[in-house]
Nanobody, 127 residues
């Protein structure tokens, strides 16, 4: 059974940090680009970041560049999103997704390309 499970969300004050994890099972994570998306209430789903199979390529939305870092540990079948300097506008449900294509700026945010999705984890940035 293919599964992606996100964890690590929660409530954090502005300026704080969180690290999200995306654990894969039921398929070989090594073969897939992994993307992180987020969706805030009343807004469209937004592509946040993606990482290629071997970590050779990473891309970020302008809104998170310099604050978020994506990484992966294929041996642990897990992808991470380190989020620093969090802002209230980062509040959203964060999803990870796996797709069989190369991570590039051109595909960041193209949710229809992804084959598998997690259930999401809530991130709330508030004082």
């Amino acid at each position: 059974q293919v599964q992606l499970v996100e964890s690590g969300g929660g409530l954090v004050q502005p300026g704080g940090s969180l690290r999200l994890s995306c654990a894969a099972s039921g398929f070989t994570l090594d073969y897939y680009t992994i993307g992180w998306f987020r969706q805030a209430p009343g807004k469209e789903r937004e592509g946040v970041s993606c990482i290629s199979r071997t970590s050779s390529s990473t891309y970020y939305a302008d809104s998170v560049k310099g604050r978020f870092t994506i990484s992966r540990d294929n041996a642990k079948s897990t992808v991470y999103l380190q989020m620093n300097s969090l802002k209230p506008e980062d509040t959203a449900v964060y999803y990870c997704a796996a797709g069989y294509f190369y991570c590039s700026g051109a595909v960041l945010g193209r949710s229809s390309l992804y084959n598998y999705w997690g259930q999401g984890t809530q991130v709330t940035v508030s004082s």
